[in-house]
């Protein structure tokens, strides 16, 4: 049996297992008997929690919270809003849609860690939403609809399906003339890097006329290990990038030193911060909830100007529509016939000539 594989079969979500890592707390114990949802993550993973403080930022996202309950501000069948699913188009249940061009293709409801903040927790972690992923059943749709050049491969984790359908599901979508770009969310990276062998390698490398590229979501420093590092690495020898999807979360990552560290540090591994998403309206996750300005003051506060541009994602909310920038213009200050008034994070100011069509 391979490590990551060990991994699953070891996979932390009982009691019992969670006491070999951690001190539960009466409120941890409570929520995980009385609140009816499937959580936990792998031992390696678990490894990386502080075992005597109920705030550490892995600890938050692995383990339920009484915090559940209270639910103001998420959407009842979010995910059927979200993922466009109640409209006249016919699509199969693996198939979602915000863009004419983009589908998310959903193959899998396993993940290596049931994070509590998930937008598709009605679906993966609370199991309110049932739905049927056919791959084949998706694939002969994106074959009838030439205008999708773009295939997200989701979950769930897509990576915690067998080498062999992995290596499928990238063969099929390949053979169809108008697919460009074939993109894999996962969280494998973070949490159980051992899924990054040598035969999952050998069917994500080589060149090709439909590139593959990867996103990731890590949400603190903390995260960050040097397994990681190195599987990381072992997909940028595969010729595949990776980026990061971070979730703005309240208590975890939403002060200016933790977010500084946390873009800093995903650049010395080599993953390029991509997108930071507001909390989405999924029902039971207000507790992770932060006001609307707080990612754009943070991207503004913590890094711009503050360290290289490459580690500045764009701040975004996720909607049925789209992703919607949340990024307000903090840089112009002024504007006349003559000339843009321009200022930096430091407040010193500039012009620029204000040019007509």
Request: aromatic share 8%; with cysteine; charged share 30%.
């Amino acid at each position: 049996m391979k490590e990551w594989e060990k991994q699953l079969n070891n996979f932390v979500n009982t009691l019992e297992e969670l006491e070999k890592f951690i001190n539960i707390t009466d409120d941890e114990r409570e929520a995980i008997l009385t609140l009816n949802t499937k959580w936990g993550t792998t031992p390696y993973f678990a490894s990386l929690m502080d075992a005597d403080d109920p705030n550490c930022p892995i600890r938050r996202q692995v383990i339920p919270s009484l915090g559940e309950n209270k639910n103001v501000y998420g959407l009842d069948n979010y995910l059927v809003w979200k993922e466009n699913r109640d409209t006249e188009e016919s699509r199969p249940d693996c198939i979602a849609r915000q863009y004419k061009d983009r589908v998310a293709f959903t193959v899998i409801d396993v993940c290596g860690i049931y994070c509590r903040h998930c937008f598709r927790k009605e679906l993966v972690v609370d199991q309110d939403l049932s739905l049927r992923f056919d791959v084949d059943e998706g694939i002969k749709w994106i074959k009838e609809h030439d205008e999708v050049r773009d295939v997200l491969v989701t979950g769930g984790d897509p990576f915690l399906l067998s080498d062999e359908k992995i290596a499928y599901i990238i063969s099929e979508l390949r053979k169809i003339e108008h697919v460009e770009m074939i993109r894999f969310g996962t969280r494998t990276p973070i949490v159980m890097p051992q899924r990054i062998t040598e035969d999952l390698m050998n069917v994500l490398k080589g060149y090709h006329r439909v590139p593959i590229w990867i996103n990731t979501q890590c949400n603190h420093p903390k995260e960050i290990t040097e397994e990681t590092a190195k599987a990381v690495y072992k997909l940028m020898e595969c010729g595949i990038n990776v980026g990061n999807q971070a979730v703005l979360l309240k208590g975890i990552n939403d002060d200016i030193d933790t977010f500084k560290r946390l873009h800093q540090k995903l650049l010395s591994i080599r993953i390029k911060p991509y997108y930071v998403f507001y909390c989405e309206p999924a029902p039971g996750i207000d507790h992770f909830r932060t006001p609307v300005e707080k990612g754009a003051e943070l991207i503004r506060d913590a890094l711009r100007g503050h360290t290289t541009g490459l580690a500045q994602p764009m701040y975004v909310v996720a909607t049925n529509i789209g992703k919607i920038p949340l990024m307000p213009n903090y840089y112009f200050v002024d504007k006349d016939d003559e000339n843009y008034t321009l200022m930096n994070h430091r407040g010193e100011r500039t012009q620029l000539p204000n040019i007509k069509e």
